[in-house]
Nanobody
């Protein structure tokens, strides 16, 4: 059971990135997927999820700038990030769990599988 993130990098303020989270080793449709981030010196926070039961959600902190989508044929969930700000600098993780309601809490604990994260740095 594995998740792998990609797509991070260095971007200027106002720029865009698309992160990908690819799953393998499990039945993709059984899992809800969440995106989380951890900035230096801060706790990990949940920012978005997608699930069959609960649909899609974007946290207020990034609403209007970030969007989540999925491609079941590719076992992939995307996080489209636009108008990036320096405060978006963080390591971004995806996580999966068969408990849709747990993913929907966006609490980054006790989840079945995590990726290793991808660094996003927003700086001029």
């Amino acid at each position: 059971v594995r998740l792998e993130e990609s797509g991070g990098g260095l971007v200027q303020p106002g720029g865009s990135l698309r992160l990908s989270c690819v799953g393998s080793g499990f039945t993709w449709g059984d899992y809800a997927i969440g995106w989380y981030r951890q900035a230096p010196g801060k706790e990990r926070e949940g920012i978005s999820f997608i699930s069959v039961k609960n649909g899609r959600y974007i946290a207020d902190s990034v609403k209007g700038r970030f969007a989540i989508s999925g491609d079941d044929a590719l076992n992939t969930v995307y996080l489209e990030m636009n108008n990036l700000k320096p405060e978006d600098t963080a390591v971004y993780y995806c996580a999966g769990d068969r408990r849709d309601d747990l993913i929907a809490t966006l609490v980054p604990r006790s989840l079945e599988v995590w990726g290793h994260g991808t660094q996003v740095t927003v700086s001029s």
